[in-house]
């Protein structure tokens, strides 16, 4: 989803936090000052629910939660993000609207926020003790980015046929399944030779 900011004038975090709490629309917020976040599309609905489903029945009996969308994580006192999807297993935070030890988090991109979602944002969320993968899935085209700890945050890149493995939490998923029902031409052409065999 899309970022525009909203004004110059600095909130804190305080205000900001008060304010999300009533306000219609989400907005994210770095070094006082908050940005208004754009709808989603479909494409960008049917990843979060895809993985939200997948992981959801996962983790059912584990000590782990999946959020999605409206559950912040917090950064540091000026950093607040909406992550698509977050994984937390330590959910020892006392706020009821954020968290600050996420183990995994997924970003669905766009073209308005490729660029931040892979630099400035992945960077912030690097500084996490508690952050083990992230994730980054692009909805105009199959591809989903991986970034572990434990490769020194190195990226590996997962296709059509490829299975992404959440090694946090020993699980997988093939990207078709990632990408179920989403509609972009590269689903389309895979689903193609899929019936023609």
């Excluded at 629309?25 to 990843?47: C, T």
């Excluded at 299975?163 to 020993?170: C, P, Y």
Aim: hydrophobic share 35%.
């Amino acid at each position: 989803m899309g970022l525009s900011q909203l004004n110059d004038n600095y909130i804190s975090e305080k205000d900001y936090l008060e304010g999300e709490k009533i306000s219609e629309i989400k907005h994210e917020y770095i070094d006082g000052n908050v940005y208004a976040m754009a709808g989603a599309s479909k494409n960008h609905q049917r990843i979060i629910a895809n993985l939200v489903r997948h992981l959801g029945n996962y983790l059912n009996d584990s000590p782990c939660e999946v959020f999605f969308s409206d559950i912040k994580v917090r950064v540091d006192a000026k950093k607040y993000f909406y992550p698509d999807v977050i994984v937390v297993c330590e959910n020892d935070d006392e706020d009821a609207y954020y968290t600050e030890s996420p183990r995994i988090i997924v970003e669905v991109l766009s073209s308005s926020t490729r660029k931040f979602d892979h630099t400035l944002k992945r960077q912030f969320y690097q500084t996490l003790p508690s952050l083990e993968e992230y994730i980054l899935i692009e909805q105009d085209f199959v591809q989903v980015a991986v970034y572990r700890k434990a490769d020194s945050w190195q990226s590996n890149f997962y296709y059509l046929g490829d299975t992404v493995t959440f090694q946090s939490l020993d699980f997988s998923l093939s990207v078709a399944e990632i990408y179920q029902h989403v509609k972009n031409d590269d689903m389309q052409e895979f689903l193609a030779q899929v019936s023609d065999t």
